[in-house]
T-cell receptor
Framework: AQSVSQHNHHVILSEAASLELGCNYS??????LFWYVQYPGQHLQLLLK??????LVKGIKGFEAEFIKSKFSFNLRKPSVQWSDTAEYFC????????????FGGGTRLMVKP | DAGVIQSPRHEVTEMGQEVTLRCKLI?????LFWYRQTMMRGLELLIY????????DSGMPEDRFSAKMPNASFSTLKIQPSEPRDSAVYFC??????????????FGQGTRLTVV
């Protein structure tokens, strides 16, 4: 079945550590890619998105993600995390086929220790 | 724009009762997604509408769940009869265009449903 996979379910880091969260998808063809963040008790908010062009995408709050088509990956990175980055992070994909549904990965819970 | 508006924010109901969740899309958006979020299953897509037409409802758990778009800016998700395992946070999201292609989906604040 076509899917979106986030390999790390829980990540614990200390402040100032670097972050990389993995995301892989199994859809062929053209895709739109997203990372959303959900802070505790809140709704999902868009961090960054990739539609086309430069595969290195910069988002809000110092986050970036790199689309590697050959690896079907769209990993999220941040050089130095802060306590306020504690949240759940969701990778999402829209394949350019019939339907254009937004499908999410299972999420990664990040805890940043002060 | 006020964003995607969901109501109620919290709902506590007894098993067997009918529950209706409501969602108002962002003006100008024509695609609507209903998601359910639980600790065990994460974020699940229940149903997706485009231009008021259900495009994919394969995620709807069972016949107790139904969703409608009576007009271009409003949707309801109904559970009848409700069961304790339906307890979850239900999110509505909207976007422009066909699905959310080359655009982004905006999420509402969610409805936290507790069925006792």
């Amino acid at each position: 079945a076509q899917s979106v996979s986030q390999h790390n379910h829980h990540v614990i880091l200390s402040e100032a550590a670097s972050l990389e969260l993995g995301c892989n998808y199994s859809y062929g063809g053209t895709v739109n890619l997203f990372w959303y963040v959900q802070y505790p008790g809140q709704h999902l908010q868009l961090l960054l998105k990739y539609f086309s062009g430069d595969p290195l995408v910069k988002g809000i709050k110092g986050f970036e993600a790199e689309f590697i088509k050959s690896k079907f990956s769209f990993n999220l990175r941040k050089p130095s995390v802060q306590w306020s980055d504690t949240a759940e992070y969701f990778c999402a994909v829209i394949p350019n086929n019939a339907g254009n549904m937004l499908t999410f990965g299972g999420g990664t819970r990040l805890m940043v220790k002060p | 724009d006020a964003g995607v508006i969901q109501s109620p924010r919290h709902e506590v109901t007894e098993m067997g009762q009918e529950v209706t969740l409501r969602c108002k899309l962002i003006s100008g958006h024509n695609s609507l997604f209903w998601y359910r979020q639980t600790m065990m299953r994460g974020l699940e897509l229940l149903i997706y509408f485009n231009n008021n037409v259900p495009i994919d409802d394969s995620g709807m758990p069972e016949d107790r769940f139904s969703a409608k778009m009576p007009n271009a800016s409003f949707s309801t998700l109904k559970i009848q009869p409700s069961e304790p395992r339906d307890s979850a946070v239900y999110f509505c999201a909207s976007s422009r265009g066909q699905g959310a292609w080359n655009t982004e989906a905006f999420f509402g604040q969610g409805t936290r449903l507790t069925v006792v």
